[in-house]
T-cell receptor, first 116, second 114 residues
Framework: SAVISQKPSRDICQRGTSLTIQCQVD?????MFWYRQQPGQSLTLIAT?????????ESGFVIDKFPISRPNLTFSTLTVSNMSPEDSSIYLC?????????????FGPGTRLTVT | GQQLNQSPQSMFIQEGEDVSMNCTSS?????WLWYKQDPGEGPVLLIA?????ELTSNGRLTAQFGITRKDSFLNISASIPSDVGIYFC??????????????FGKGTLLTVNP
């Protein structure tokens, strides 16, 4: 398994500002992801954070809005840029561990973001 | 893309009752994962299933990987108030060699009345 911590756990931000969320894992992992969970909804993958290269973004998410850093195999950051109230969500860091066809995926506690 | 159909959407039960929820897909999965999410927390992995027909237990929880590889169910026996939460099924898609992505069901909200 993996133990994942996120900072901050929650924040209230003004529209137009940016927030950077940090994710720390207790072991080296290859696959790290960022998800968004809007109120009352399931989880939506934002991007895969690739170590040493640009993140791979899902449809509907772009680097200018959600820049991601992955400087090493235990740490990543997600920035929510130029925020609007529609960005109010829980943002979750996640890692997948295992071999092909037998992965287990673990999640951090989430960062609850409210944009006013 | 792949869709996971999870049902029921919500359940209201009395403490002590058994609960069953399931997920179906039009696509074949090689793995099924079941999560529980408490309010204000991230999802916690409950059970992972890797083989068609596999039946796995974790305490009062039992999950099965359907023979067709297109469905899975999760049972909770003798429910207690702390079972309250949202339960998600999830299955990974691996494409393009190493492009791994986990798809989630929409969740089952479980309420347990003491």
């Amino acid at each position: 398994s993996a133990v994942i911590s996120q900072k901050p756990s929650r924040d209230i931000c003004q529209r137009g500002t940016s927030l950077t969320i940090q994710c720390q894992v207790d072991s080296q992992v290859t696959m790290m992801f960022w998800y968004r969970q809007q109120p009352g909804q399931s989880l939506t993958l934002i991007a895969t954070a690739n170590q040493g290269s640009e993140a791979t973004y899902e449809s509907g998410f772009v680097i200018d809005k959600f820049p991601i850093s992955r400087p090493n195999l235990t740490f990543s950051t997600l920035t929510v840029s130029n925020m609007s109230p529609e960005d109010s969500s829980i943002y979750l860091c996640s890692v997948a561990i295992g071999l092909a066809n037998s992965y287990e995926q673990y999640f951090g506690p989430g960062t609850r973001l409210t944009v006013t | 893309g792949q869709q996971l159909n999870q049902s029921p959407q919500s359940m209201f039960i009395q403490e002590g009752e058994d609960v069953s929820m399931n997920c179906t897909s039009s696509s074949i999965f090689n793995t099924w994962l079941w999560y529980k999410q408490d309010p204000g927390e991230g999802p916690v992995l409950l059970i992972a299933l890797y083989k068609a027909g596999e039946l796995t237990s974790n305490g009062r929880l039992t999950a099965q990987f359907g023979i067709t590889r297109k469905d899975s169910f999760l049972n909770i026996s003798a429910s207690i108030p702390s079972d309250v939460g949202i339960y998600f099924c999830a299955g990974p898609k691996i494409s393009g060699g190493s492009n791994y992505k986990l798809t989630f069901g929409k969740g089952t909200l479980l309420t347990v009345n003491p």
